[in-house]
């Protein structure tokens, strides 16, 4: 695969990056595709701007100024320290076995896996400190906060041994983390929210009483969305395993109204909050998840 020729936007694509063998390839070449995309998309104002450099403020030392840069490009940029930039930032992956639906040829767990491999690549790249939860009634991965280059390979290989595990738990785990992290960050939580929504924003507040910024991306199948099946279906629950005989035609305008109703009152709560909520189906590209990061990211700079 030639670099040079190839496109990489392709691989914003969820069902083309599913059928790549490595997570962390998965990882480069959609944030490559999203970099590449950006040149020509309607997301103006952002850039992938690396925590080595940042330009150089008219007035301010000139000690630190990098004359190899100005050289090449007429531009001062000033090189940054570690402890001047590096955010914390903390990814919450929902494992449970709700997760592990699809309608596509992409589950909600393994969109949820590529955009969290996506995200940590981009943030071990800027410099910032990742970790990773793996969740679902309860904290079954926990990897520590590091921006060192082997963090990559250890979120990577972690990522791509995900398996889809027990009940929903969502509150526990997000009152649970927040107690856990001491230092003010970005968290970034990854569910489809399937759980008490009251608590689950109470969990989310936590958060924020913290000092933390969040993003919340909830990923939905686009059938969760519609109900859009034919004929009589048999809906088997995943976490409990009970089942339901069902003509969805007949439920489709009501359920679509349940739906709508909770997503609306899901984003009213964030928005009231300071919380970035981001409701995304699996079938939808990884670049409108990639903005939403960057976007908070730029904010809170």
């Known amino acids: 695969m030639s670099a040079g020729k190839k496109d990489f936007t392709e691989f914003l694509r969820p069902e083309t990056v599913s059928r790549l063998a490595h997570m962390e390839l998965r990882a480069r070449l959609i944030v490559e595709g999203f970099i590449a995309g950006l040149h020509r998309s309607p997301y103006h104002g952002f850039s992938v701007e690396f925590a080595e450099y940042r330009q150089y403020n008219y007035g301010e030392s000139t000690r630190n100024i990098d004359w190899k840069i100005y050289a090449k490009t007429d531009r001062c940029y000033v090189k940054v320290f570690e402890d001047e930039t590096n955010l914390n930032a903390t990814l919450l992956l ?14 909600k767990l393994r969109y949820g896996s590529f ?3 996506a995200l940590g690549y981009l943030m071990i790249k800027q410099r910032d400190a990742v ?4 969740f ?4 079954n991965i926990m990897i520590p906060h590091r921006s060192v280059k082997r963090q990559l390979f250890h979120l990577m290989r972690t ?3 995900v398996v889809p595990g027990a009940r929903t738990r969502i509150s526990s785990t997000l009152h649970e983390m927040a107690d856990r992290i001491k230092r003010r960050g ?3 939580l ?6 008490d929504p009251d608590k689950v924003m109470n969990g989310l507040k936590h958060f924020r009483h913290r000092g933390h910024e969040i993003v919340l991306f909830h990923l939905l199948d686009p059938v969760e969305l519609t109900l859009d099946y034919q004929g009589e279906v048999k809906f088997v629950d995943r976490e409990t395993g009970e089942k339901l005989r069902a003509q969805p035609w007949f439920l489709k305008r009501e359920y679509q109204r349940d739906v709508r109703e909770w997503t609306g009152w899901l984003e009213k709560r964030c928005k009231e909050n300071a919380i970035d909520y981001n409701l995304i189906t699996v079938d939808r590209p990884f670049d409108q998840a990639l903005v939403s990061y960057l976007g908070k990211r730029k904010r809170m700079k």
């Open 136 to 139: 679902d009634e309860k904290i």
């Open 190 to 195: 990854i569910s489809d929210l399937f759980d």
């Open 131 to 134: 970790g990773l939860a793996v």
């Open 115 to 117: 955009l969290s491999a």
């Open 186 to 188: 970005l968290v970034v």
């Open 159 to 161: 990522l791509e041994l």
């Open 94 to 107: 929902d494992q449970s076995a709700s997760m592990d639906f699809g309608s596509t040829s992409v589950t």
